[in-house]
């Protein structure tokens, strides 16, 4: 089984089965100051959760950027990329406010790094790098937009 599976990446690999290998990011053109500026260091956790118009720019900007593999407003997982709702699925489980909330900080570090950096699996982009592309107030908006989405039929 394992070399059957080494062998099948490796084809993907080489043939560009799996994924897209020449995906690139491209920067949407999304409207966002009326959200607070965040300056060039990226934060450590999602400051826009709570924030009324958070949601609403980050749908414009995901489906600009995100939708054509994860699908539109975030509301299908029949892309051929993960669906998104289920981001913080786990710690929305959780009751204690304490431990939540340690469970989004971790989730929020989990997303910026896979929006800064990409998703590349055995030299094959499967999600380009965003990093110089997205600015982060686009990015925890989209990530808001996404959170807000989880009650969404799947």
């Not at 999602?46 to 118009?53: D, L, M």
């Not at 971790?106 to 055995?122: E, L, P």
């Not at 380009?128 to 997205?134: C, I, K, M, N």
Request: contains cysteine; hydrophobic residues 45%; charged residues 20%.
């Amino acid at each position: 089984m394992r070399r059957l599976l080494i062998a099948l990446t490796c084809l993907a690999v080489t043939h560009g089965t799996l994924a897209d290998a020449t995906e690139t990011a491209v920067a949407p053109t999304v409207d966002y100051a009326s959200l607070p500026p965040l300056g060039a260091a990226w934060l450590a956790a999602n400051p826009y959760r709570g924030r009324e118009e958070a949601p609403l720019i980050g749908r414009a900007a995901y489906n600009q950027a995100c939708a054509r593999c994860h699908g539109a407003d975030a509301s299908t997982n029949a892309a051929p990329a993960p669906d998104l709702r289920n981001l913080d699925r786990a710690c929305r489980r959780i009751a204690d406010a304490a431990i939540k909330a340690k469970c989004m900080a971790d989730n929020d570090a989990w997303f910026a790094k896979s929006v800064r950096g990409g998703k590349i699996i055995v030299g094959v982009t499967h999600m380009p790098p965003w990093d110089g592309v997205l600015p982060q107030e686009l990015a925890w908006a989209i990530q808001t937009f996404i959170e807000s989405h989880v009650g969404a039929p799947k």
